[in-house]
């Protein structure tokens, strides 16, 4: 078999509404294992939630979405989707290779930029949040009532 080289993919799978949030999480590190066993490294991994699904799959309304950015070789995606495939945990799944479209690798690698330019953005805001709580906090509001109690005898 000879080797390939890695290429970018998004795979988005629905886990069953029934699973906890730590099933959920145990199957997206089963999912996260299997893809580096095989040589993929995991870019991004987003956690949408539960989700109402457009259509019922195995009896289901709901399910957990979950999306995984990866960048590695096309026998991970199949051993990964092999496994997925006879999870019960896993419903439904879709993997994409992304330099299929036009754009899409510079569109994913933005993205990430983009969201990790806005989780520092974040950080800063609620640090100074914090920041401005904790000067109202200190301001000496008792040094005004000792002002007037010392002005009235």
């Known amino acids: 078999m000879q080797a390939t080289s ?3 993919y998004e795979t988005v799978f629905i886990s069953p509404p029934h699973l906890g949030e730590d099933a959920v999480e145990k199957v997206i590190q089963d999912v996260q294992d299997a893809f580096v066993a095989r040589g ?3 870019v991004r991994i987003e956690r949408w939630g539960r989700r109402r699904l ?3 799959i195995a009896k ?10 990866v960048k590695g070789p096309s ?7 092999r496994k997925m495939r006879i999870n019960e945990d896993v419903i439904k ?5 992304l330099d299929d479209v036009a754009g899409a690798v510079q569109h994913a690698s933005d993205r990430i930029v983009r969201l990790a330019r806005e989780e520092e953005e974040r950080k800063i805001r609620a640090a100074e949040r ?12 008792d040094v005004d ?3 007037d109690d010392q002005e009235e005898p």
Not at 75 to 81: M, P
Not at 93 to 97: K, N
Not at 130 to 141: C, F, L, V
């Open 60 to 69: 289901q309304n709901e399910g957990w979405y979950v999306l995984l950015q």
């Open 6 to 8: 890695p290429r970018f």
């Open 75 to 81: 026998g991970a995606v199949e051993e990964v989707e």
């Open 40 to 42: 993929a490294e995991i």
């Open 145 to 147: 009532m000792d002002d």
């Open 93 to 97: 799944y879709l993997t994409v290779r």
């Open 54 to 56: 457009a259509y019922r």
């Open 130 to 141: 914090a920041q401005r709580e904790e000067e109202r906090s200190t301001t000496p509001d």
